[in-house]
């Protein structure tokens, strides 16, 4: 079936540090990737849409220059968590949907739990 | 504004028993629905999903019902197995491989 890997699946940094995730599709391409957050004991909350080749989509409230996304290829996005506070400390995880994927369901990485000291 | 809503945070069966998970929207424009299992610290896995034209969809043990009038679903799991211990959500989008929005969840335990 269709894999999603996420990396890495744990950072423990200190504030202000800029922190990358990567998230890929094994073994198929995803036009559209989606990046999501949750704190603990709440659900998903999606906070932008990664489209290759073109802008991100921010949900309202994300902020774009905090939280760059970059989808450069058709398995590969990253989610840039810059000058990270203690209040982003979270659980990330992305989501791929792929080509033609009309009544296929989104995929999901491992998630990655960042903690900002 | 919670459009997808689990009013259940909690639910215990005993093995071998019916599971049935419940889920409410709001948003008319919803048209897929799907339903993940989740355990701490991973991502959701993909258990079944139903689209709008249908009413039911069945694979092995998970059944998942769509009432589009009353803009509810349930998620029936019969037989329940321990293994089946977990938080499930399910979530909902306005057309397969648009962005989710997923309920608040419902943990799952069942007793051996």
């Known amino acids: 079936g269709a894999v999603v890997s996420q990396h890495p699946s744990w950072v423990i940094c200190k504030s202000g540090t800029s922190v990358k995730i990567e998230c890929r599709s094994l073994?198929?391409?995803?036009?559209?990737m989606f990046w999501y957050r949750q704190f603990p004991k709440q659900s998903l909350m999606l906070m932008a849409t990664?489209?290759?080749?073109?802008?991100?989509?921010?949900e309202q409230g994300v902020e774009k220059d905090k939280f760059l996304i970059n989808h450069a290829s058709l398995t590969l996005s990253t989610l840039t968590v810059t000058s990270a506070h203690p209040e982003d400390s979270s659980f990330y995880i992305c989501?791929?949907?792929?080509?033609?994927?009309?009544?296929?369901?989104?995929?999901f990485g491992d998630g990655t739990r960042l903690s900002i000291l | 504004d919670q459009q997808v809503k689990q009013n259940s945070p909690s639910l215990s069966v005993q093995e071998g028993r019916i599971s049935i998970l419940n889920c409410d929207y709001t948003?008319?424009?919803?048209?897929?629905f799907l339903w993940y299992k989740k355990y701490p610290a991973e991502g959701p896995t993909f258990l079944i999903s139903?689209?709008?034209?249908?009413d039911k969809n069945e694979d092995g043990r998970f059944t998942v019902f769509l009432n589009k009038s009353a803009k509810h679903l349930s998620l029936h799991i019969v037989p329940s197995q321990p293994g089946d211990s977990a938080v499930y959500f399910c979530?909902?989008?306005?057309?397969?491989?648009?962005?989710?929005?997923f309920g608040t969840g419902t943990r799952l335990a069942v007793r051996p």
């Open positions: 989501s791929a949907g792929g080509l033609g994927s009309w009544g296929q369901p989104q995929h």
């Open positions: 990664s489209n290759e080749g073109s802008k991100a989509t921010y």
């Open positions: 948003n008319s424009m919803f048209d897929y």
């Open positions: 139903i689209s709008s034209i249908k």
């Open positions: 073994d198929f391409q995803a036009t559209t």
């Open positions: 979530a909902a989008s306005e057309s397969s491989g648009d962005k989710l929005t």
